[in-house]
């Protein structure tokens, strides 16, 4: 395993702040200190080795020279890793019988290269003059993976906000879901500069401090806001299963079942094409029928941009809530413009 510090903590090279990879360290550790105590042997070994690190990884992640040298080198590191998954990717390139591959065998491919997605071994067909037969059809059936979080990123966010009682980081940022990537990191760095300069150190300050370390790295660009949003998305839909089990008990979801589960979704906060991509995944894993009618319907509630709540009635043209119009004028093109848009369609 590489010695370099960067790599051994997960952490693109081109992170250069100290308050996104402190946060990266204490997640490492623990980890690194459950292994060491529960992990298979070499699990262990592995471990205890890394804990060792700790203290210089520190010294030298923290000094803005040391960082840079760093990484300058995960960066080599990860160029030279990929060109030799690239080299065994084109051996067994090499060896497909014709012109074009099924996306069964895209599949195949991915698992005898670690490290490269399936994405990029498309692209790499591509260059290669394969072509993927069927894909068409195939991309029909199969809904499109969105890019989320790191499972052992995602689990830290949700165990602090838990520990503070609260159930996202937009909750914890005291912000909206529709706030820009730009207003969420400022928001984030001031919080984190403030408890650093107070200095406190008890349980809460310091889980507040690691978050707002968390959401600087997840809201650091608009990709990154992506994924937040989309493992938040995900973990919504995961305690739907009771609605989705009790809905499909007789193993068909009709239009009107459909319906209901979306806007439950929505409640939750789910994006509509993300819930329908959910449900439809579950029901094929559970072998039940959708009707082909089943889509959603177009009057759906609308829901109010300022304080997330939704109309009663499909014909309210105000937030029962706050008051505010459900559809206003864009302030450039006057375009009418639902406030629930993240914004104008013109």
Excluded at 95 to 110: C, D, N, R, W, Y
Excluded at 179 to 188: F, H
Excluded at 301 to 315: N, T
Aim: charged share 35%; hydrophobic share 30%.
């Amino acid at each position: 395993m590489s010695g370099n510090y960067f790599i051994l903590l997960g952490l693109s090279p081109e992170i250069d702040d100290w308050s996104l990879i402190e946060p990266a360290i204490k997640d490492s550790q623990r980890r690194w200190a459950m292994q060491k105590n529960q992990g298979t042997p070499a699990d262990q070994r592995k471990a205890g080795k890394n804990l060792k690190l700790i203290p210089d990884m520190r010294i030298k992640l923290q000094d803005p020279e040391e960082r840079k040298i760093q990484a300058k080198e995960a960066r080599q590191q990860l160029k030279s890793q990929k060109n030799e998954q690239l080299a065994q990717l084109d051996e067994l390139i090499g060896m497909i019988q014709g012109a074009a591959i099924e996306p069964e065998g895209v599949k195949i491919l991915a698992k005898q290269v670690s490290g490269l997605t399936e994405a990029d071994i498309k692209a790499r067909l591509k260059v290669k003059g394969v072509t993927l037969g069927n894909s068409a059809d195939a991309e029909e059936k199969t809904s499109k993976t969105r890019p989320k979080l790191d499972r052992t990123i995602a689990k830290s966010i949700s165990d602090k906000l838990y520990h503070l009682g609260l159930n996202n980081l937009y909750e914890f940022l005291a912000l909206g879901t529709r706030s820009s990537p730009k207003v969420l990191y400022s928001t984030a760095d001031e919080i984190y500069k403030e408890l650093h300069r107070k200095g406190v150190i008890d349980p809460d300050s310091t889980t507040r401090k690691e978050l707002a370390g968390h959401s600087k790295a997840v809201f650091k660009d608009k990709l990154e806001k992506e994924r937040y949003d989309n493992t938040c998305a995900v973990e919504a839909m995961e305690g739907m299963k009771g609605h989705l089990e009790i809905t499909g008990r007789d193993s068909i979801l009709n239009q009107n079942e459909m319906d209901k589960l979306i806007q439950e979704a929505r409640k939750k906060g789910v994006e509509k094409g993300l819930a329908l991509e959910y449900i439809r995944d579950y029901a094929k894993k559970r072998k039940w029928v959708i009707q082909k009618d089943s889509q959603p319907t177009r009057t759906e509630l609308k829901q109010c941009g300022f304080c997330d709540a939704f109309a009663r009635k499909a014909k309210d043209t105000r937030c029962h809530d706050c008051g505010q119009e459900l559809i206003q004028a864009c302030p450039r093109c006057e375009t009418p413009t639902p406030t629930q848009d993240e914004c104008c369609g013109a």
